[in-house]
């Protein structure tokens, strides 16, 4: 096992940083506390995209074939889309699809939300539970189905081998999760792709060598993980807990990492604060 070399900041100054996506050479987030989207390029410019003033709070990020944005709500069950005049829309309503909360969300390149429900369960509850969180897959035109069931916590999700693969991170259980995808966007084949204990997942990122970047709170690192479970790299973040992260960057060899400093209490108490930082990724990944 390789360990990378130190993070560099970025960006601080946020309250709750998540769902990075990297496009059009800036990296697009969601700090959640805030109430806003935001995005941050390499120079450490960073923008308000879309600014909540009704009490919403965003968290998954995706795109649209034709460049809108879609964004989870986590105060109502529903995936929001930005229209290019700027205006917020509701793109899909998921009441009726939604066991507890949604959270992050990766969309393909035809449109394809896949939305985690979180589910029922507390993340302080003992495992293992009975988990009843659940996937939604939202077409590009708002219709959605469920296509994934009894996950506990679905977090981080990412495509893998040219989107023929979906694999998403179950936080409290420790594990990725991965599924076969068909053409139609169903998901079939579930399967363990790593067992993390002792670490975890929260945000998940792919990096061009097919490796599986998970953003681990509880050991304040960030792990390079192999399908299967081994454990390639790992990233030291000191007292800040990795809470998501992406690949990007000029030439797709960057590695940004979104922590939370505070700790646990902090998050609760909604005063904690965020920074982005980046890693150079090696020519092996």
């Excluded at 410019?45 to 009704?54: C, K, L, P, Q, S």
């Excluded at 394809?112 to 988990?131: F, Q, W």
């Excluded at 169903?186 to 490796?211: E, F, H, K, N, Y």
């Excluded at 590695?255 to 108490?269: H, K």
Aim: aromatic residues 6%; contains cysteine.
């Amino acid at each position: 096992m390789s360990r990378q070399r130190a993070p560099q900041k970025l960006l601080d100054g946020l309250t709750f940083a998540e769902s990075p996506r990297w496009r059009d050479g800036r990296l697009w987030f969601s700090d959640i506390f805030a109430n806003r989207v935001m995005t941050v390029d390499e120079s450490g410019r960073a923008e308000v995209v879309v600014e909540f003033t009704d009490g919403r709070r965003p968290s998954g990020l995706g795109f649209l074939p034709d460049g809108r944005l879609l964004i989870v709500n986590l105060t109502e069950p529903c995936v929001l889309r930005r229209e290019r005049t700027g205006e917020i829309v509701v793109h899909a309503d998921l009441s009726d699809l939604a066991v507890g909360g949604l959270n992050d969300m990766v969309v393909d390149d035809q449109g394809r939300a896949y939305v985690g429900s979180m589910g029922t369960h507390s993340n302080a509850e003992k495992r293992p539970v009975d988990a009843d969180g659940v996937v939604i897959l939202v077409e590009a035109d708002g219709r959605a189905r469920v296509v994934a069931e009894q996950l506990d916590a679905p977090n981080g999700p990412a495509f893998l081998n040219g989107g023929n693969t979906y694999v998403v991170a179950e936080f409290p259980a420790q594990r990725l999760t991965g599924y076969d995808r068909g053409a139609d966007g169903s998901l079939s084949a579930r399967r363990t792709w790593a067992d993390l204990a002792p670490g975890s997942a929260d945000g998940i990122a792919v990096d061009p060598a097919g490796g599986m970047w998970c953003a681990s709170p509880w050991t304040f690192d960030v792990r390079r993980v192999l399908e299967g479970g081994a454990v390639a790299d790992v990233v030291d973040f000191g007292d800040r807990m990795p809470l998501a992260c992406a690949v990007g960057g000029h030439d797709g060899r960057t590695l940004f990492v979104l922590s939370c400093v505070g700790g646990a209490e902090a998050i609760a108490a909604r005063t904690c604060t965020s920074v982005i930082e980046t890693i150079r990724l090696t020519s092996s990944t």
